[in-house]
């Protein structure tokens, strides 16, 4: 059974950069389809990317300049990068299996983790 | 405010049926499939349906969901208080080249 695990730091000061981990376990990330949503109460779901087996990767357009989504095949693992982050950055953060490459077929979501952006 | 319309809140009692809707516009709904989400409180999303009205393997037949024009309904038959959860739609907008998601709905089982 494909899962999948977040990791991240927890707290990031404001204009860093924040760094993301997806740790897939019972799949590969060679061959399927990855995105990355977040989550505030404020805002609700919010999808910030989508990394394609192709290697092809569409952003979220008002994310688009700090983001960078990555897969890491040696070590089994998906990666978000976010730039100079500020508080609105502050949210949970998922990553999901994209089924079949198809966008909105998530049928496997890791368990999120929470970021707050503070100083 | 969501691209996509969903009330925020709907009730029923157990047993009975409710339909949660999703309005958008021709750019999303209108040309885009849709998928569902259920959502307990402090966990992941799950998906429910995927492309319209197609059911994600290990969700129960009671929901199903369609699509009409530029609106999607979730419907839930045979409602149980273990369903209360929050629901939320989601489609690729093909003008925003962004997925966007409704602002999700309360679902409580009286």
Redesign the interface.
């Known amino acids: 059974q494909l899962q999948l695990l977040e990791s991240g730091p927890g707290l990031v000061k404001p204009s860093e950069t924040l760094f993301l981990t997806c740790s897939v376990s019972g799949g590969s990330v060679r061959g399927d389809s990855w995105?990355w949503i977040r989550q505030t109460p404020g805002k609700?779901?919010?999808?910030i990317g989508?990394l394609y087996y192709t290697g092809r990767i569409?952003y979220?357009?008002?994310l688009k300049t700090r983001v960078t989504i990555s897969a890491d095949q040696s070590k089994n693992q998906v990666s978000l990068t976010l730039n100079s982050v500020t508080a609105a950055d502050t949210a949970v953060y998922?990553c999901?299996r994209a089924r079949g490459g198809?966008?909105?077929?998530?049928?496997a979501?890791?368990?999120?983790t929470l970021v707050t952006v503070s100083s | 405010q969501s691209v996509l319309t969903q009330p925020p809140s709907v009730s029923a009692a157990p047993g009975e049926k409710v339909t949660i809707s999703c309005s958008g516009h021709r750019s999303n709904i209108g040309n885009n499939y849709v998928s569902w989400f259920q959502q307990f409180p402090g966990t992941a999303p799950k998906l429910l349906i995927f492309d319209n009205d197609k059911g994600h393997s290990g969700s129960p037949d009671r929901f199903s969901g369609s699509k009409s024009g530029t609106s999607a309904t979730l419907d839930i038959s045979g409602l149980q208080t273990a369903d209360e959860a929050d629901y939320y739609c989601a489609v690729w907008d093909s003008t925003l080249n962004v997925v966007v998601f409704g602002g999700g709905t309360r679902l409580t089982v009286l």
């Open positions: 995105s609700g779901l919010e999808w989508y569409n979220n357009p008002s998922y999901a198809q966008l909105l077929r998530l049928d979501w890791g368990q999120g």
